[in-house]
């Protein structure tokens, strides 16, 4: 792992609030995604909801967060080199020189020990997920792999931590392994849909720098067209394995669908502003259409999960002979 590119040119400019901005905190937010991992777990499995549980959930929640952090700060020193291309990446604490590299080696992995250590005190299977949490990181960042240098890969393994994500949330709670491989796809192509749509804003924003191949590698490779084909694909691929979940496990779930759509349709329209809140995710909070789209689709969809309605049930059994044509096939 050679970063000596990364090395600001005067150390004596590093800084502790550098340290602590690399870490990301600001970007804990995204770990909102291990919420649903926990409702589905407690919604499928009919889970009561104890003071160790939420005890469990806070410990988790910061595992999860420290992690994340871990992988934030080698993200920062892998790219230093490629950010000093970025219009505003280029201010970054490591390529402006606010950042010790030997410390932040330290901090790295002293982000992940700490994590890892308070994941073992919920369950060895939370540990493990967290554990390839981290790994994903070296897979994304480190040559001579580097997942993120690599048109379409990058984005598959950068979203693979959503449903990590969800799997943490799932064993925060649970220590049940059946967990349904439909919605972990969904989830997947989900996050998929959210990078590629970054993938676009960035490549819109940096084709007029003339800094894509410096910046990074797959966006050169990209064009709009390509990246808006491969937006399509990864909504279909989720909305349909979410449908396969649904179907399967919660029929309820489809009244959620108009809410869910509406919240991608309007996560789609911010990728075509300038200065694109979908570059910066943990600063959509900001974006007060999407957030209520998303505040109202949750409230849909907890209510479709812990609600049953056998009316809606029976409207949507099958009403074809599908064991007589079976039988007559045979």
Request: glycine share 4%; hydrophobic share 50%; charged share 15%.
């Amino acid at each position: 792992m050679n970063i000596t590119t990364a090395k600001p040119s005067r150390i004596s400019h590093a800084t502790l609030a550098g340290h602590i901005e690399i870490a990301r905190v600001d970007h804990w937010i995204k770990n909102v995604f291990v919420i649903p991992g926990i409702v589905a777990a407690v919604s499928l499995n009919r889970l009561p909801l104890t003071v160790q549980a939420g005890k469990n959930i806070l410990v988790g929640l910061l595992a999860t967060c420290l992690v994340a952090s871990s992988n934030y700060v080698l993200n920062e020193m892998m790219d230093a080199p490629f950010d000093r291309f970025h219009p505003i990446k280029r201010s970054r604490p490591v390529p402006s020189g606010r950042v010790n590299i030997t410390l932040a080696y330290f901090e790295w992995i002293a982000l992940a020990v700490c994590g890892l250590a308070f994941a073992r005190s919920i369950s060895p299977y939370f540990t493990l997920t967290l554990m390839v949490l981290w790994l994903m990181g070296l897979v994304y960042n480190i040559p001579p792999l580097r997942s993120k240098d690599i048109p379409y890969v990058d984005v598959l393994t950068e979203a693979i931590n959503n449903p990590l994500r969800l799997l943490a949330g799932w064993f925060i709670v649970t220590s049940s392994t059946v967990v349904p491989g439909s919605l972990l796809l969904s989830y997947w192509m989900a996050g998929c849909y959210f990078m590629a749509l970054k993938r676009y804003a960035e490549h819109r924003r940096l084709r007029d720098h003339n800094g894509l191949a410096q910046y990074r590698k797959s966006l050169a490779s990209f064009t709009p067209e390509g990246l808006m084909v491969s937006v399509s694909f990864y909504a279909s691929a989720s909305m349909l394995f979410f449908g396969a979940f649904m179907i399967r496990y919660r029929i309820e779930l489809i009244l959620s669908f108009p809410f869910v759509a509406l919240v991608m349709a309007l996560y789609l329209s911010l990728a075509f502003k300038p200065d694109s809140a979908v570059e910066h995710p943990e600063k959509l909070y900001r974006e007060r259409r999407l957030m209520s789209a998303v505040m109202g689709c949750t409230l849909v969809m907890a209510v479709c999960l812990f609600i049953d309605m056998p009316k809606l049930q029976k409207i949507f059994t099958p009403t074809a002979p599908i064991q007589s044509a079976v039988s007559a096939g045979k």
